[in-house]
């Protein structure tokens, strides 16, 4: 993730029409929430928690998915 930065925040950018400034704080969010998460768990301490904040971004990742899809589809269809 830390090597592709610039591609996926492009791709959350053109995705999304958001902006830089959003797409990149999205990206860090993921970012720092899968490595912290993930460190927490290697090491074994709070490893309910740090699942609870993986599965957490996992379902922002979902619902960020669904909402984009659903503002397409609205913008299309107010476009017709």
């Known amino acids: 993730m830390w090597l592709q930065w610039e591609e996926q925040r492009d791709y959350m ?3 999304w029409s958001c902006g830089w400034l959003l797409a990149s ?10 490595l912290g998460a993930s460190a927490v768990v290697l090491v074994r301490r709070q ?3 740090a699942c609870g904040v993986l599965l957490g971004i996992i379902a922002l990742q979902v619902k960020t998915r669904q909402s984009v ?9 107010t476009t017709i």
Do not use: D, E, M, R
């Open 13 to 15: 950018n053109s995705t």
């Open 25 to 34: 704080a999205f990206v860090l969010l993921n970012l720092i929430g899968q």
């Open 47 to 49: 490893v309910v928690i």
């Open 69 to 77: 899809k659903c503002w397409n589809l609205v913008h299309h269809n």
